[in-house]
């Protein structure tokens, strides 16, 4: 059961739970929501309003995914993405920072983020030496209004969807709003906790992405390859302080950082990797 208080925007949620049920009449793993007595979705109890839904089996899936967990959270997504291409614009929009924010202006407060760590730390001299390569080129991205935009869930996240056996059995949590699809693929194709902590983490990344794009054939390539670049302005954009180093390897800082490192040097090979899935899609089997 979701309560809702009055300082919520109680609108909005009834679009959510609408979007939710549209979503689960089209056969994805949605949690059934159970109407009042008034056919209504959401009841009143006072000042609030109550939402009562089925519990979907399952857990979130652990970070970092697996190869496996990956192509099942890719298929639901891109099933998800495919059934609300048709669903009416929501008013809730997605604020997109990392179309207007200004990449020098973030590249100049890493570097003195980074260079009052000292030379000797080396995790914050490898990121400063990868902002300086690959930073500048994140300034010349994508026409942002050239790509895909539609409903989309808005908070599509590991900790909203319920997995057993790496199966996608619940997808909950729904914002709806409107959206880039790349700005969606990006939150949970390159999560930080699973670039950041598997050495192996493109693995899961292009199984992820194959298996959207079967479930959504329909979706540009340009629409998958910026999501990289999104992913990387997201982290440039919202650079953390740094944390003590004594802090853990899995601290928020520490997965920021790394997690953006990882994601700078690899774009050039996410691109490739995704051209040539394209190329082996048009090529049928």
């Known amino acids: 059961m979701t309560q809702y208080l009055p300082t919520h925007d109680l609108e909005q949620a009834r679009v959510a739970a609408d ?8 056969e994805l793993p949605v949690p059934r929501i159970h109407p009042d007595t008034d056919g209504q979705i959401l009841s009143a109890a006072g000042e609030m309003l109550l939402e009562v839904s089925d519990e979907p089996p399952g857990t979130p899936p652990t970070a970092p995914v ?3 967990s990956a192509e099942h959270i890719g298929h639901t997504l891109g099933r998800t993405h495919r059934v609300l291409a048709s669903y009416p614009l929501p008013r809730a929009t997605r604020p997109t920072r990392w179309t207007v924010g200004d990449v020098l202006r973030s590249l100049r407060r890493w570097e003195r983020t980074l260079s009052q760590l000292g030379p000797g730390n080396r995790p914050a001299r490898e990121l400063l030496n990868a902002l300086r390569q690959h930073g500048p080129g994140l300034a010349a991205e994508p026409a942002w209004d050239d790509l895909t935009r ?5 908070e599509f996240t ?8 790496d199966a996608i059995q619940g997808v909950v949590g729904f914002r ?8 969606e693929l990006s939150r ?3 999560e930080p906790q699973n670039v950041a902590r598997d050495p192996q983490w493109m693995r899961p990344v292009l ?3 194959r298996s959207y794009w079967s479930a959504n054939p329909t979706l540009p390539l340009e629409d998958l390859t910026a999501s990289a670049r999104i992913a990387s302005l997201r982290l440039l954009h919202a650079a953390p302080r740094p944390w003590p180093a004594h802090q853990p390897a899995a601290a928020p800082w520490h997965l920021h950082t790394e997690a953006l490192r990882r994601l700078l040097v690899s774009i050039d090979a996410i691109d490739s990797a995704l051209m040539k ?9």
Request: proline content about 2%; aromatic content about 10%.
């Open 19 to 26: 979007m939710a049920e549209f979503c689960r009449a089209a």
């Open 150 to 154: 539609h409903a989309v869930h808005g």
């Open 188 to 190: 949970i194709a390159y």
């Open 66 to 68: 697996s190869v496996a």
């Open 207 to 209: 199984a992820f992405f």
């Open 158 to 165: 590991r900790t909203n969807l319920k997995a057993v056996c």
């Open 176 to 183: 709806a709003q409107e959206a880039h699809l790349s700005w």
């Open 277 to 285: 899935m394209a190329t082996t899609r048009e090529r049928g089997p």
